[in-house]
Protein backbone atom coordinates (compact mmCIF):
# COMPACT_ATOMS: atom_id res chain seq x y z
CA UNK A 1 0.00 0.00 0.00
CA UNK A 2 1.17 3.61 -0.78
CA UNK A 3 1.21 5.50 2.24
CA UNK A 4 0.44 9.47 1.69
CA UNK A 5 2.39 11.86 4.61
CA UNK A 6 1.16 14.92 5.18
CA UNK A 7 2.60 17.95 6.64
CA UNK A 8 2.15 19.97 9.57
CA UNK A 9 -1.35 18.00 10.52
CA UNK A 10 -2.22 21.61 11.81
CA UNK A 11 -1.73 25.32 10.79
CA UNK A 12 -3.45 28.14 12.13
CA UNK A 13 -2.54 31.51 9.43
CA UNK A 14 -3.82 34.74 9.11
CA UNK A 15 -6.01 36.16 5.92
CA UNK A 16 -3.58 37.20 3.02
CA UNK A 17 -1.14 34.49 4.31
CA UNK A 18 0.43 32.63 2.13
CA UNK A 19 0.18 28.22 3.25
CA UNK A 20 1.96 25.50 1.98
CA UNK A 21 1.41 21.84 2.54
CA UNK A 22 3.11 19.05 1.67
CA UNK A 23 2.16 15.69 0.97
CA UNK A 24 5.31 12.43 0.29
CA UNK A 25 4.58 9.18 -1.41
CA UNK A 26 6.10 6.17 0.60
CA UNK A 27 7.44 5.60 -3.79
CA UNK A 28 7.03 6.93 -6.44
CA UNK A 29 3.78 7.84 -8.11
CA UNK A 30 4.47 10.12 -10.84
CA UNK A 31 2.50 12.95 -10.87
CA UNK A 32 -1.05 10.87 -9.99
CA UNK A 33 -1.59 13.33 -6.73
CA UNK A 34 -4.69 15.22 -6.14
CA UNK A 35 -5.67 17.46 -3.76
CA UNK A 36 -9.22 18.16 -2.15
CA UNK A 37 -10.55 20.69 0.12
CA UNK A 38 -13.33 19.86 2.96
CA UNK A 39 -15.05 22.72 4.98
CA UNK A 40 -16.70 21.09 8.24
CA UNK A 41 -19.72 19.47 7.96
CA UNK A 42 -19.17 19.09 3.79
CA UNK A 43 -18.44 16.55 0.79
CA UNK A 44 -14.60 16.98 0.24
CA UNK A 45 -14.02 19.00 -3.16
CA UNK A 46 -11.71 18.61 -5.77
CA UNK A 47 -8.84 21.47 -6.23
CA UNK A 48 -6.12 20.07 -7.60
CA UNK A 49 -5.54 16.95 -10.35
CA UNK A 50 -2.21 15.14 -11.79
CA UNK A 51 -0.23 17.25 -9.05
CA UNK A 52 -0.35 21.06 -10.53
CA UNK A 53 -3.96 20.61 -12.94
CA UNK A 54 -6.30 23.48 -12.47
CA UNK A 55 -9.59 22.56 -12.03
CA UNK A 56 -12.53 24.63 -13.26
CA UNK A 57 -14.68 26.62 -10.90
CA UNK A 58 -11.45 26.84 -8.26
CA UNK A 59 -10.01 30.10 -7.17
CA UNK A 60 -6.71 30.69 -8.70
CA UNK A 61 -4.95 31.11 -5.56
CA UNK A 62 -4.69 27.76 -5.01
CA UNK A 63 -1.95 26.14 -7.40
CA UNK A 64 0.39 22.60 -6.78
CA UNK A 65 3.87 21.30 -8.04
CA UNK A 66 5.88 18.30 -7.36
CA UNK A 67 6.13 14.38 -8.73
CA UNK A 68 7.30 11.30 -8.04
CA UNK A 69 7.42 11.45 -4.37
CA UNK A 70 7.35 15.05 -3.16
CA UNK A 71 4.28 17.44 -3.84
CA UNK A 72 2.90 20.65 -2.74
CA UNK A 73 -0.27 22.47 -2.35
CA UNK A 74 -0.07 26.30 -1.80
CA UNK A 75 -2.80 28.96 -1.22
CA UNK A 76 -1.22 32.36 -2.21
CA UNK A 77 -3.67 35.02 0.16
CA UNK A 78 -5.02 32.92 2.11
CA UNK A 79 -9.34 34.18 2.52
CA UNK A 80 -11.79 32.71 5.46
CA UNK A 81 -13.42 30.34 3.26
CA UNK A 82 -10.28 28.29 3.13
CA UNK A 83 -10.58 27.09 6.89
CA UNK A 84 -10.85 23.51 6.02
CA UNK A 85 -8.88 20.36 6.60
CA UNK A 86 -6.85 19.79 3.11
CA UNK A 87 -6.25 16.12 1.80
CA UNK A 88 -3.76 14.34 -0.56
CA UNK A 89 -5.15 11.91 -2.89
CA UNK A 90 -2.79 9.42 -4.96
CA UNK A 91 -4.28 7.41 -7.90
CA UNK A 92 -1.00 5.33 -8.65
CA UNK A 93 -1.96 2.12 -7.53
CA UNK A 94 -5.08 0.34 -8.09
CA UNK A 95 -6.26 0.73 -4.90
CA UNK A 96 -6.04 4.65 -3.83
CA UNK A 97 -5.04 5.80 -0.72
CA UNK A 98 -5.47 9.28 0.88
CA UNK A 99 -2.79 11.57 3.22
CA UNK A 100 -4.07 12.06 6.78
CA UNK A 101 -5.30 15.57 5.94
CA UNK A 102 -3.98 18.89 7.38
CA UNK A 103 -6.59 21.36 9.33
CA UNK A 104 -6.31 24.73 8.47
CA UNK A 105 -7.48 27.42 10.95
CA UNK A 106 -8.02 30.62 10.23
CA UNK A 107 -7.18 33.13 13.10
CA UNK B 1 -26.39 19.01 -12.43
CA UNK B 2 -24.59 16.52 -12.01
CA UNK B 3 -25.34 14.77 -8.53
CA UNK B 4 -24.69 12.06 -6.50
CA UNK B 5 -27.06 11.06 -3.36
CA UNK B 6 -26.82 8.02 -1.43
CA UNK B 7 -29.21 6.44 0.97
CA UNK B 8 -29.25 3.15 2.58
CA UNK B 9 -27.58 4.31 5.95
CA UNK B 10 -28.27 3.79 9.93
CA UNK B 11 -28.09 2.06 13.35
CA UNK B 12 -27.32 -1.78 13.00
CA UNK B 13 -25.73 -4.02 15.70
CA UNK B 14 -22.04 -5.64 14.88
CA UNK B 15 -22.52 -8.80 12.65
CA UNK B 16 -25.56 -7.32 10.78
CA UNK B 17 -25.85 -6.01 7.36
CA UNK B 18 -27.00 -2.65 5.42
CA UNK B 19 -26.96 -1.78 1.55
CA UNK B 20 -26.00 1.52 0.63
CA UNK B 21 -27.57 3.13 -2.88
CA UNK B 22 -26.04 6.19 -4.76
CA UNK B 23 -28.53 7.44 -7.22
CA UNK B 24 -26.43 9.72 -10.26
CA UNK B 25 -27.62 12.48 -12.28
CA UNK B 26 -26.52 14.91 -14.78
CA UNK B 27 -23.87 12.51 -16.26
CA UNK B 28 -23.14 9.04 -18.00
CA UNK B 29 -23.16 7.18 -15.18
CA UNK B 30 -22.72 4.12 -17.45
CA UNK B 31 -18.91 5.48 -19.08
CA UNK B 32 -17.27 5.89 -15.15
CA UNK B 33 -15.57 3.94 -12.69
CA UNK B 34 -17.51 4.73 -9.40
CA UNK B 35 -16.79 4.76 -5.61
CA UNK B 36 -17.05 4.20 -1.93
CA UNK B 37 -15.17 6.22 0.37
CA UNK B 38 -15.20 6.55 4.28
CA UNK B 39 -14.63 8.85 6.69
CA UNK B 40 -14.65 7.74 10.59
CA UNK B 41 -15.87 10.68 12.77
CA UNK B 42 -13.15 13.25 13.13
CA UNK B 43 -10.80 10.86 10.82
CA UNK B 44 -9.57 11.27 7.57
CA UNK B 45 -10.73 9.59 4.28
CA UNK B 46 -10.69 5.73 3.48
CA UNK B 47 -11.43 4.09 -0.13
CA UNK B 48 -13.71 1.72 0.28
CA UNK B 49 -14.11 0.44 -2.75
CA UNK B 50 -14.11 0.66 -6.08
CA UNK B 51 -15.89 -0.78 -9.79
CA UNK B 52 -15.23 0.18 -13.19
CA UNK B 53 -17.35 1.40 -15.57
CA UNK B 54 -19.00 -2.03 -16.82
CA UNK B 55 -18.22 -4.36 -13.55
CA UNK B 56 -14.99 -5.93 -14.94
CA UNK B 57 -12.93 -4.55 -12.33
CA UNK B 58 -13.60 -4.63 -8.42
CA UNK B 59 -11.33 -3.59 -5.91
CA UNK B 60 -11.36 -3.55 -2.23
CA UNK B 61 -9.80 -2.36 0.53
CA UNK B 62 -8.27 -5.07 2.87
CA UNK B 63 -10.33 -4.04 5.76
CA UNK B 64 -13.85 -4.92 4.01
CA UNK B 65 -12.50 -7.81 1.83
CA UNK B 66 -14.27 -10.70 2.01
CA UNK B 67 -17.41 -8.75 3.91
CA UNK B 68 -18.52 -5.92 1.30
CA UNK B 69 -19.87 -6.14 -2.03
CA UNK B 70 -19.82 -3.10 -4.48
CA UNK B 71 -22.30 -3.55 -7.52
CA UNK B 72 -23.84 -1.01 -10.09
CA UNK B 73 -26.96 -0.70 -12.55
CA UNK B 74 -26.01 1.05 -15.17
CA UNK B 75 -30.01 1.07 -16.54
CA UNK B 76 -30.76 2.52 -13.16
CA UNK B 77 -28.03 4.98 -12.78
CA UNK B 78 -27.69 3.08 -9.77
CA UNK B 79 -24.27 2.19 -7.35
CA UNK B 80 -24.20 -0.16 -4.15
CA UNK B 81 -22.84 -1.13 -0.98
CA UNK B 82 -23.79 -4.48 0.46
CA UNK B 83 -22.03 -4.36 3.65
CA UNK B 84 -22.39 -7.39 5.58
CA UNK B 85 -20.64 -8.85 9.13
CA UNK B 86 -20.41 -5.26 10.23
CA UNK B 87 -17.80 -4.47 12.75
CA UNK B 88 -17.58 -0.82 15.27
CA UNK B 89 -14.62 -0.13 12.66
CA UNK B 90 -16.88 0.23 9.98
CA UNK B 91 -18.96 3.22 11.57
CA UNK B 92 -18.41 6.09 9.34
CA UNK B 93 -19.83 8.84 6.84
CA UNK B 94 -19.82 6.44 3.32
CA UNK B 95 -19.37 8.86 0.06
CA UNK B 96 -20.47 7.88 -3.16
CA UNK B 97 -17.57 9.68 -5.51
CA UNK B 98 -17.14 9.48 -9.45
CA UNK B 99 -13.81 8.95 -11.11
CA UNK B 100 -13.26 12.58 -12.93
CA UNK B 101 -12.26 10.78 -16.46
CA UNK B 102 -12.21 7.55 -18.44
CA UNK B 103 -8.72 6.91 -17.11
CA UNK B 104 -8.19 4.68 -13.77
CA UNK B 105 -5.50 7.43 -12.21
CA UNK B 106 -8.35 10.35 -12.60
CA UNK B 107 -9.64 12.21 -9.58
CA UNK B 108 -12.85 12.17 -8.06
CA UNK B 109 -14.33 15.28 -9.40
CA UNK B 110 -18.09 14.43 -7.81
CA UNK B 111 -18.70 13.60 -4.37
CA UNK B 112 -22.50 12.98 -3.09
CA UNK B 113 -23.58 14.27 0.71
CA UNK B 114 -22.59 10.78 2.52
CA UNK B 115 -24.83 8.74 4.24
CA UNK B 116 -24.00 7.81 7.73
CA UNK B 117 -23.35 3.81 8.76
CA UNK B 118 -23.23 3.75 12.75
CA UNK B 119 -22.22 -0.20 14.10
CA UNK B 120 -23.33 -0.05 17.89
CA UNK B 121 -24.80 -2.72 20.08
Redesign the interface.
Known amino acids: EIVLTQSPDFQSVTPKEKVTITCRASQSIGSNLHWYQQRPDQSPKLLIKYASQSVSGVPSRFSGSGSGTDFTLTINSLEAEDAATYYCHQSSSLLHTFGQGTKLEIK | EVQLVESGGGLVKPGGSLRLSCEASGFTFSSYCMNWVRQAPGR????VS?ISSSSNYI????SVKGRFTISRDNAKNSLFLQMNSLRAEDTALY?CAKL?GLV??????I????TLVTVSS
Open positions: GLELSYYANYGRTDAFDWGQG
